[in-house]
C-alpha cells in the first residue's frame, strides 16, 4: 500500500488534512468518505520531495523543510508504544492506534510504513531500520532484543525512561544557557546601537569645541566611524570567522582538538565531561539491562557519546573485551573518566550488577550536572553584568572628559 496525504472538510464543515493507506488515490478518497470526510485533494506521499504537481501548478511544501521529529516525540511515542503492547493489543492494532493521536506530522506517514511492514510479516526492529534517520541504532537494538526475549513492553518502558531523561538533560543545559546567551545578544545589539546612532550625534559638539579630544574619546570616535562606515565589513569578517571554524570542527583534526578542548577548557570542561560521562553511563546500562550483547552495547555507545576523545576511550573497552578482559581497566588507563566511574564498574563486574551500578552513577553525574549548571549560570549572570557595565562606563567617560576639559579651560 502506498500512503497518500489529503485535504478536505469534516461532515460538520471543519477542515481537516492527514494522511491515509491505500492502494491508489481513488481507494484513498473511498476510505476517507467511508470515514464521513469529504477531501479536496489527495496526493500520494514520496520520501524527500517537498513539492508537488507539475509546471505552473507546482505546489512547494515549505513544512517539509522545517517539520523533525525531537526526542520529546520519540518518548511520547515509546511510552504509548509500550502502555499498548503490555496490555496484550496486537502490534499492528497498537500502531494504528499511535498512527490515529500522533500530533506530528512528520512522524504520522513514518509510522504508517511501520505498520504496513509490520502486517506483512517483518519484525517491528526491522521496520525501523528502514528510517534510521528517526530511529537510533539505540532504539533499533534495543527493540530488537525485547522482541526477540518476548519482553518487548519492559524493554520500550527503559526506552522511554532513557528517552525521559535524555530530554531532561538535554533542558537542563539548554535553559542555563538560554538566559546568558540571551542577555550577551542584547546587550551587544544596545551597544552597537549606541555607536552607530547615538556617538554619531555627539561627535558634531565635539568638532564645535575646536580643541584637542582625549584619547579614550578618538578612541570611542574611531569606533563608531568604523562601524558606522563599515558594518558591512564587520558582518563579513564575523561570519567568514564562523564559516572558518565550522569548517574547521567538521574536519577529523579540527573535531579531535575542539572536542579535546571542550574537555578541558575552564567551568564547561566540567560540564561536558559530567554530560559524556552520564551519557554513557545511563546508555550502556539501559542497553545490558534491555539484553543487547555486551560488544553490540558497546559499539552502540560509542556513536552516542558525543565526544571523539572519550568514544577512543570506549572503543578500547570493546578491544578489551573482545579478548575476554574487563570493562574498567581502558576506562581508567584513558584518564578520561573519573575514578567513581572506574570504581563503581570494577565493583559491578565483580558482583555481576554491572547494569544496576552503571544507571547509579548515570543518577549521581546527572545531579551534579545539574548543580554544576545552577552554579555556573549564577556566576555567568553577574559576569556579563560587569563587562557589560564597563562598556558603558567607558562610553560614558569618553563623553564626559570632553565636556569637563572644556570646564576647566574656561
Same mark, same amino acid.
Given at each position: 500500500?502506498?500512503?497518500?496525504?489529503?485535504?478536505?472538510?469534516?461532515?460538520?464543515?471543519?477542515?481537516?488534512?492527514?494522511?491515509?493507506?491505500?492502494?491508489?488515490?481513488?481507494?484513498?478518497?473511498?476510505?476517507?468518505?467511508?470515514?464521513?470526510?469529504?477531501?479536496?485533494?489527495?496526493?500520494?506521499?514520496?520520501?524527500?520531495?517537498?513539492?508537488?504537481?507539475?509546471?505552473?501548478?507546482?505546489?512547494?511544501?515549505?513544512?517539509?523543510?522545517?517539520? @523533525?521529529?525531537?526526542? !520529546?516525540?520519540?518518548? *511520547? =511515542?515509546?511510552?504509548?508504544?509500550?502502555? +499498548?503492547? &503490555?496490555?496484550?493489543?496486537?502490534?499492528?492494532?497498537?500502531?494504528?492506534?499511535?498512527?490515529?493521536?500522533?500530533?506530528n506530522p512528520a512522524l504520522k506517514p513514518i509510522l504508517v510504513e511501520i505498520r504496513?511492514?509490520?502486517?506483512?510479516?517483518?519484525?517491528?526492529?526491522?521496520?525501523?531500520?528502514?528510517?534510521?534517520?528517526?530511529?537510533?541504532?539505540?532504539?533499533?537494538?534495543?527493540?530488537?532484543?525485547?522482541?526477540?526475549?518476548?519482553?518487548?513492553?519492559?524493554?520500550?518502558?527503559?526506552?522511554?525512561?532513557?528517552?525521559?531523561?535524555?530530554?531532561?538533560?538535554?533542558?537542563?543545559?539548554?535553559?542555563?544557557?538560554?538566559?546568558?546567551?540571551?542577555?550577551?545578544?542584547?546587550?551587544?545589539?544596545?551597544?552597537?546601537?549606541?555607536?552607530?546612532?547615538?556617538?554619531?550625534?555627539?561627535? @558634531?559638539?565635539?568638532? !564645535?569645541?575646536?580643541? *584637542? =579630544?582625549?584619547?579614550?574619546?578618538?578612541? +570611542?570616535? &574611531?569606533?563608531?566611524?568604523?562601524?558606522?562606515?563599515?558594518?558591512?565589513?564587520?558582518?563579513?569578517?564575523?561570519?567568514?570567522?564562523?564559516?572558518?571554524?565550522?569548517?574547521?570542527?567538521?574536519?577529523?583534526?579540527?573535531?579531535?582538538?575542539?572536542?579535546?578542548?571542550?574537555?578541558?577548557?575552564?567551568?564547561?570542561?566540567?560540564?561536558?565531561?559530567?554530560?559524556?560521562?552520564?551519557?554513557?553511563?545511563?546508555?550502556?546500562?539501559?542497553?545490558?539491562?534491555?539484553?543487547?550483547?555486551?560488544?553490540?552495547?558497546?559499539?552502540?555507545?560509542?556513536?552516542?557519546?558525543?565526544?571523539?576523545?572519550?568514544?577512543?576511550?570506549?572503543?578500547?573497552?570493546?578491544?578489551?573485551?573482545?579478548?575476554?578482559?574487563?570493562?574498567?581497566?581502558?576506562?581508567?588507563?584513558?584518564?578520561?573518566?573519573?575514578?567513581?566511574?572506574?570504581?563503581?564498574?570494577?565493583?559491578?563486574?565483580?558482583?555481576?550488577?554491572?547494569?544496576?551500578?552503571?544507571?547509579?552513577?548515570?543518577?549521581?553525574?546527572?545531579?551534579?550536572?545539574?548543580?554544576?549548571?545552577?552554579?555556573?549560570?549564577?556566576?555567568?549572570?553577574?559576569?556579563?553584568?560587569?563587562?557589560?557595565?564597563?562598556?558603558?562606563?567607558?562610553?560614558?567617560?569618553?563623553?564626559?572628559?570632553?565636556?569637563?576639559?572644556?570646564?576647566?579651560?574656561?
Amino acid at each position: 500500500m502506498a500512503v497518500f496525504e489529503y485535504k478536505g472538510f469534516d461532515a460538520a464543515g471543519k477542515s481537516v488534512k492527514g494522511v491515509i493507506d491505500a492502494d491508489s488515490a481513488k481507494g484513498a478518497r473511498s476510505k476517507l468518505r467511508r470515514q464521513q470526510l469529504f477531501p479536496t485533494d489527495v496526493w500520494e506521499q514520496t520520501k524527500g520531495k517537498a513539492t508537488r504537481g507539475k509546471g505552473l501548478n507546482v505546489e512547494i511544501d515549505l513544512s517539509r523543510f522545517t517539520q @523533525r521529529v525531537s526526542v !520529546s516525540d520519540l518518548s *511520547a =511515542l515509546t511510552s504509548q508504544l509500550s502502555t +499498548l503492547i &503490555g496490555a496484550g493489543i496486537p502490534m499492528v492494532e497498537a500502531l494504528s492506534a499511535l498512527v490515529d493521536q500522533v500530533e506530528n506530522p512528520a512522524l504520522k506517514p513514518i509510522l504508517v510504513e511501520i505498520r504496513e511492514d509490520v502486517n506483512q510479516g517483518d519484525s517491528l526492529a526491522k521496520a525501523l531500520k528502514k528510517h534510521r534517520n528517526v530511529f537510533s541504532d539505540l532504539y533499533i537494538n534495543m527493540v530488537a532484543a525485547g522482541e526477540s526475549s518476548g519482553s518487548l513492553d519492559i524493554v520500550l518502558k527503559r526506552l522511554t525512561d532513557y528517552t525521559e531523561a535524555t530530554v531532561k538533560l538535554r533542558g537542563e543545559v539548554m535553559s542555563a544557557l538560554m538566559y546568558p546567551a540571551l542577555m550577551g545578544t542584547v546587550s551587544v545589539l544596545i551597544v552597537a546601537g549606541m555607536f552607530i546612532f547615538v556617538i554619531p550625534r555627539v561627535r @558634531r559638539i565635539f568638532e !564645535s569645541m575646536n580643541q *584637542a =579630544l582625549p584619547l579614550p574619546t578618538r578612541m +570611542l570616535l &574611531g569606533v563608531s566611524d568604523f562601524l558606522v562606515s563599515y558594518w558591512w565589513l564587520a558582518i563579513l569578517v564575523v561570519a567568514g570567522m564562523a564559516y572558518g571554524f565550522y569548517r574547521w570542527v567538521r574536519s577529523p583534526e579540527g573535531r579531535r582538538k575542539w572536542h579535546q578542548l571542550l574537555l578541558v577548557m575552564p567551568i564547561f570542561g566540567r560540564v561536558n565531561r559530567l554530560v559524556a560521562v552520564s551519557r554513557f553511563c545511563r546508555t550502556i546500562s539501559t542497553l545490558l539491562d534491555s539484553g543487547v550483547p555486551i560488544l553490540s552495547a558497546i559499539a552502540i555507545v560509542k556513536t552516542v557519546v558525543g565526544n571523539d576523545i572519550i568514544a577512543d576511550a570506549v572503543g578500547k573497552v570493546g578491544e578489551n573485551v573482545r579478548e575476554g578482559q574487563s570493562i574498567a581497566g581502558p576506562l581508567k588507563a584513558s584518564g578520561q573518566f573519573p575514578p567513581m566511574v572506574t570504581h563503581m564498574i570494577t565493583i559491578g563486574e565483580k558482583t555481576g550488577e554491572l547494569e544496576a551500578m552503571l544507571g547509579k552513577v548515570a543518577d549521581s553525574y546527572d545531579q551534579q550536572v545539574e548543580n554544576t549548571l545552577r552554579g555556573m549560570t549564577s556566576l555567568l549572570e553577574p559576569l556579563l553584568i560587569v563587562v557589560l557595565g564597563g562598556v558603558v562606563a567607558f562610553i560614558a567617560l569618553s563623553l564626559i572628559l570632553p565636556m569637563l576639559q572644556m570646564s576647566a579651560v574656561a
